[in-house]
């Protein structure tokens, strides 16, 4: 050990991540006190790594993470994860971040600040790659001189932002490819009813419990969609058909609109939603890559669900979170739409005290698979309970 590098003890300490692991095995030696000082490049805070922050004050905590990235001269990734900690005195969340700022590449935060520290404005822009921010404010952003030209993901959860600011925000990262709102509280001007959100270099994007009348969403290289728990009146995605994954889960929306962007979906992932069968079988029917198709408790909102067929379909998903016939009737009539179908994965949910009529409704069920399959002996049929 003594003939490592310090390069190498390094990357050894960084790859221990928890502050407290990196502290105890920088005493080994001055080598390794040498290493944690000058080629240390992750560490993390985080209350599950160790209980005595739990009995911590915020002030000694304060004083402990100041100490210990002080120490520190190459630092590329922090994180500070203090579910206990309601908030942080500004003055040190501003020094951690001045410090960092020459040097940080990854940015983990979830903790307020008093009063509030615009964590956009303090923290190191021209290096920085990733910035997951939480129970935080963004507010003035200004895209003229804030830029972040390496940025490539963004995740915002539980953060106070306007939708303006977030639009501002977006254009000064044209390198982004993930972005993450997670329960944001946005705010809405009176005269602006629809937020509109432009990223061209955006790849993946996932929006859970989002409340908006209008969410317009332009990127021209997305692939990945994915809507969680959101209400929305209208969401409309303007792009350039390189949407291959589109997950949609107990999202209430009026409108949906993705255009011309289904054209090379591969996977359709949706639970908890009414859809229009015309609707939604023209939404995925100009996919001539469709591979994979899972529907969960999914309604069709009509009677006549016509005979309009899903030919590129070769794993289909199915699920309900009570099991019926008309559950059966329900996979019956989606397997005369996939010609071509080489799996069917049946999903549902099993309570743990059966009564003998859930029992009986349970084996019915199974019984009437096993019945409908013999038309489909080339597909192979698996069951998952929960």
């Not at 005595?52 to 990734?77: A, G, M, N, P």
């Not at 020094?95 to 307020?112: E, K």
């Not at 920085?128 to 952003?141: C, D, M, Q, R, Y």
């Not at 359709?268 to 939404?283: G, H, L």
Request: proline content about 3%; charged content about 20%; aromatic content about 8%.
């Amino acid at each position: 050990m003594e003939h490592l590098p310090v390069e190498v003890i390094g990357n050894i300490l960084s790859r221990l991540k928890a502050a407290r692991d990196v502290v105890i095995a920088s005493a080994t030696c001055k080598k390794w006190r040498e290493a944690w000082r000058n080629h240390l490049h992750t560490l993390s805070f985080n209350s599950n790594d160790w209980s005595v922050y739990h009995d911590l004050t915020t002030s000694r905590l304060e004083i402990l993470i100041t100490q210990t990235i002080f120490q520190t001269k190459s630092l590329q990734c922090l994180s500070i994860f203090m579910d206990d900690v309601d908030e942080f005195s500004a003055a040190p969340v501003i020094a951690w971040l001045m410090y960092t700022r020459d040097t940080l590449r990854q940015l983990h935060y979830n903790v307020r600040t008093t009063p509030n520290v615009n964590i956009i404005e303090k923290c190191g822009r021209q290096k920085l790659e990733v910035l997951a921010l939480a129970h935080n404010s963004v507010t003035g952003v200004e895209p003229s001189y804030q830029k972040f030209p390496c940025l490539k993901s963004l995740s915002l959860s539980y953060v106070s932002i306007s939708a303006l600011d977030l639009s501002l925000l977006l254009t000064a990262c044209p390198k982004l490819q993930n972005l993450a709102l997670i329960n944001p509280d946005i705010a809405m001007s009176d005269a602006q009813a629809t937020m509109e959100l432009n990223s061209p270099s955006l790849k993946n994007i996932y929006v859970e419990a989002v409340s908006l009348d209008k969410f317009i969403l332009e990127a021209d290289s997305i692939e990945n969609l994915h809507l969680k728990d959101c209400t929305l009146e209208v969401f409309e995605l303007i792009g350039k058909g390189s949407l291959s994954v589109l997950k949609i889960d107990d999202v209430s929306v009026l409108l949906l609109d993705i255009g011309d962007n289904t054209e090379n979906l591969q996977i359709v992932d949706v639970s908890s939603f009414t859809i229009m069968w015309p609707k939604f079988y023209n939404m995925i029917s100009k996919s001539s890559n469709l591979k994979r198709l899972r529907l969960w408790g999914v309604v069709f909102d009509d009677e006549d669900e016509g005979s309009s067929s899903l030919e590129n379909v070769v794993v289909l998903e199915l699920g309900w979170t009570i099991i019926s016939e008309l559950f059966s009737d329900w996979v019956a009539g989606l397997l005369e739409r996939c010609p071509n179908l080489k799996k069917l994965v049946i999903y549902g949910v099993v309570s743990e005290a059966k009564s003998h009529e859930e029992c009986q409704v349970l084996a019915s069920f199974t019984s009437s698979i096993v019945r409908l399959m013999r038309k489909y002996l080339h597909v192979e049929v698996q069951f998952e309970y929960e």
